[in-house]
């Protein structure tokens, strides 16, 4: 495993001789950076002419520039010196790569913290597939903390069948297991929280019984006042400046969820409104990835999302406090990270004055130089953790599939539809008058519908729910996936029985994946072999894989993108899913039939 780890800098307690030593002068520091200009995160100032010293892997001093003579010198030439970057919400597994991998990309983009929700792997693997990535986060080159997963499954065995159930105790239990593990991840069933169901407000007790900070999801300005009086302190779902407004009123922190805008998860640019339109302070305003795979993490990285919070109002150095100290300060790590002060960490980001980085240390060991992995990141990546066999066995479908495509009504009737919105979200519930034609083929075109089949992956049963879809433009082929959130089931799409068949066969022989099929063939694949999320190669590689997998995807009409796609079983955001139990109306949380009058 990588020798440079969270663990290779020693905790300060043991250090604060030594570092005094340095600051003082009486001690050599081990290297230091000079020439730089500072990007105070404490004061949100940009100060010139100055230099870090870095002792054990941690600052010891921030002095003017030149003070330093002695050897170990890297000349930033007038560059931003900055903290690392925290990002105080992410999936590892949406980005299709172990802990291990997203390292790298991480910081590529200047990124040396993160705090994740493994609630993907929690669905599929139940405590034992988080306790293994949080063993792939300990060997990793890289800050990684954990939000316990709150809401697994995301609603109940009656809505939907996970491969997991993080009771309270279970959730109580790695709490006590794991010091990284920091605070209660994403209160998804925020329905049921504000309806005080008795479930729900024992995992919310486990956190705060242990005084953890409990992370929510919340839709709807209606649920806000409930929400908070729960005991949740932050959100990244604020998708406009009204909500965010009465969330920052109701006492919680705002993450500012930036994505790519073809994808499902940029809503910074309405939700930063509360700050630069209603004129909110932005001291508990953080910024987010929240989302993202293997291509999207390396181009659109928190340092992206960052500049974009720049490029609607903030000033340089209040975003980057955004994206360092507020997330620290949230989490209760600003002794640590978030911040040039003595004694933190030396995870520093060297930028451009457009805040775009040039060179990453971590732990003081410089990573990162010319936007390229130094030999240092590359020795730490060459051995990375290794999942359990059990990890790789996960879609456990039945000997013969189910049928994917349900009979054709022979009268005419009235479809509950899903109709499919950019950016993907949010879905539409749309009622469809059916009059049946010739067969299904017919129906499809004349009524603008493809199919799309929910089946059940953990073995426990492998049943089908089926739907169809509207205006999600598929034109041939099929299209699934084994990332069906939040149960993580198998979600396939398509025109016809045979190529949907297909793609689900696909995917089982390589135990997860998502995959394009045209005229009977496999057309493109992203093989995700750990609990069917993630793939154990490298994230370039998976990048690669991707990009092609994209090709493939717009090629075949689809009208949202894959990781919209993938939330079509997601039955805790409005308005309408498909699970493996059937179509769900949401908010309600009420089963609805696929044909209404047959």
């Not at 169901?197 to 919340?218: K, Q």
């Not at 006042?225 to 009123?249: F, N, Q």
């Not at 495509?405 to 950019?422: D, F, K």
Request: glycine share 10%; with cysteine; hydrophobic share 45%.
């Amino acid at each position: 495993m990588s020798t440079l780890t969270r663990f290779s800098v020693a905790p300060l307690a043991q250090m604060t001789r030594r570092l005094a030593d340095v600051a003082a002068g009486r001690a050599e520091p081990d290297s230091v950076i000079t020439g730089a200009r500072v990007l105070s995160t404490y004061s949100e100032r940009i100060l010139p002419d100055r230099e870090v010293w870095i002792a054990g892997g941690r600052i010891a001093a921030v002095k003017p520039a030149g003070t330093y003579r002695g050897p170990n010198r890297y000349d930033a030439r007038g560059g931003l010196l900055a903290p690392g970057l925290v990002d105080p919400h992410l999936h590892i597994e949406s980005s299709m790569v172990t802990a291990c991998a997203y390292a790298e990309a991480a910081l590529l983009n200047g990124t040396t913290t993160i705090v994740c929700d493994s609630h993907e792997i929690g669905n599929v693997l139940d405590a034992d597939g988080v306790a293994w990535m949080l063993e792939d986060a300990r060997a990793a080159p890289l800050n990684i903390y954990l939000t316990v997963p709150s809401t697994v499954p995301a609603t109940t065995p009656a809505i939907e069948t996970a491969g997991g159930d993080l009771t309270p105790e279970k959730i109580a239990a790695l709490f006590e297991a794991w010091p990284e593990a920091i605070g209660l991840g994403e209160k998804m069933d925020f329905v049921a929280v504000a309806e005080g169901d008795p479930r729900a407000h024992a995992i919310l007790a486990a956190a705060l019984e242990r005084g953890r900070p409990v992370s929510g999801h919340i839709y709807g300005r209606d649920f806000v006042a409930p929400y908070a009086a729960s005991g949740v302190t932050d959100t990244h779902e604020a998708v406009d400046a009204e909500i965010a407004d009465d969330l920052l009123e109701a006492g919680l922190w705002i993450f500012l969820r930036g994505g790519p805008p073809t994808t499902p998860w940029h809503s910074l640019p309405k939700a930063i409104g509360t700050v630069t339109e209603y004129g909110a302070a932005w001291k508990r305003v953080c910024a987010c990835t929240d989302d993202r795979d293997a291509d999207d993490l390396l181009a659109y990285g928190l340092d992206w999302v960052v500049r974009e919070a720049v490029r609607h109002g903030i000033p340089k150095p209040a975003a980057w406090a955004m994206g360092s100290l507020h997330p620290a300060t949230r989490f209760g790590l600003d002794g640590e990270i978030g911040g040039l002060g003595g004694g933190r960490r030396a995870d520093l980001v060297l930028l451009d004055d457009d805040l775009v980085p040039q060179a990453t240390w971590y732990g003081g060991a410089l990573v990162v130089a010319d936007r390229r992995p130094t030999p240092v990141l590359e020795r730490a990546l060459e051995r990375p953790y290794r999942y359990p066999q059990a990890a790789y066995r996960t879609v456990r479908l039945p000997g013969t599939l189910p049928a994917l495509v349900p009979p054709l009504p022979a009268a005419p009737c009235t479809v509950n539809a899903i109709r499919t919105v950019l950016p993907g979200i949010e879905l539409a519930h749309e009622r469809v008058a059916l009059v049946p034609g010739g067969d299904w083929a017919e129906t499809l075109r004349a009524h603008d519908l493809c199919h799309v089949a929910v089946i059940e992956r953990h073995g426990r049963g492998g049943g089908v729910a089926h739907g169809l879809l509207s205006a999600f433009g598929l034109t041939r082929g099929a299209v699934a996936s084994s990332v069906g959130h939040d149960a993580h089931n198998l979600v396939v799409a398509g025109l016809n029985a045979a190529d949907m068949r297909v793609a689900v066969e696909a995917i089982a022989a390589v135990q997860g994946g998502v995959c394009v099929v045209a005229d009977g063939r496999v057309v493109a694949m992203v093989e995700l072999p750990v609990a069917g999320l993630i793939s154990d190669k490298r994230v370039g590689a998976v990048a690669d894989g991707m990009r092609a997998l994209k090709a493939a995807w717009a090629e075949a009409g689809c009208a949202i993108p894959y990781m919209g796609f993938n939330l079509i079983p997601l039955s805790v955001i409005p308005q309408i899913r498909l699970t493996d139990k059937g179509l769900v109306r949401v908010p309600e949380m009420a089963l609805v039939p696929l044909f209404e009058g047959v």
